[in-house]
């Protein structure tokens, strides 16, 4: 059982205007964008999330801290980049992963192929390897009401 291991990882961004929304390594049309440090990916942050836990390796604040100015608007495909070949330092690959956003507006399903493939770039898998869902909540609390925007992810890693 040391071969294989599974990680879970959950981000959360408030929305706000004048900012873009990234998610998945892809920019995404939108009159609300995320706040945050680097460019507040919520799903590549998840993911990033997933695959250090999985490995005990802590969390995206421990490795790239938000206290640090050179991850200042840095683009989150660079933190999965650098957290991937961690992993695969470690002796690991991805065998699969899977997602969820939660947000109300916009609709993301017609962006999902793209975000499938730019991640599967990112962690040099194929892109059906990558189950990528997105829900609303219903107008209901701050990710109904389009305040925020969260992202669950887990990963299947193994030697």
């Known amino acids: 059982m040391n071969d294989i291991r599974i990680g879970f990882g959950v981000d959360v961004h408030q929305l ?6 990234i998610i998945g ?5 939108s009159d609300l964008g995320a706040l945050g440090h680097s460019d507040a990916d919520v ?15 802590r969390d995206i604040g421990f490795h790239f801290p938000d206290t640090d100015p050179k991850y ?6 660079i933190l999965l980049r650098d957290t991937f070949a961690l992993i695969q ?17 916009p609709k993301l399903n017609p962006h999902i192929p793209e975000m499938q493939k730019r ?3 990112l962690v040099n898998s194929e892109e059906e390897r990558i189950s990528i869902k ?15 925007i969260k992202a669950y992810a887990t990963c299947l890693l193994f030697k």
Not at 43 to 57: E, F, R, S, V, W
Not at 134 to 147: I, L, W, Y
Request: hydrophobic share 40%.
């Open 16 to 21: 706000v205007a004048d900012r873009k929304l």
């Open 25 to 29: 390594g892809v920019d995404i049309p």
């Open 43 to 57: 799903l590549l942050h998840a993911i990033c999330d997933a695959m250090l836990g999985a490995l005990n390796l």
């Open 72 to 77: 200042k608007g840095i683009d989150s495909s």
């Open 89 to 105: 330092s470690k002796g690991y690959r991805l065998g699969n992963m899977d997602c969820t956003i939660i947000a109300e507006k």
């Open 119 to 121: 991640i599967a770039e």
């Open 134 to 148: 997105a829900t609303t909540h219903e107008k209901v609390d701050s990710f109904g009401e389009r305040r925020a």
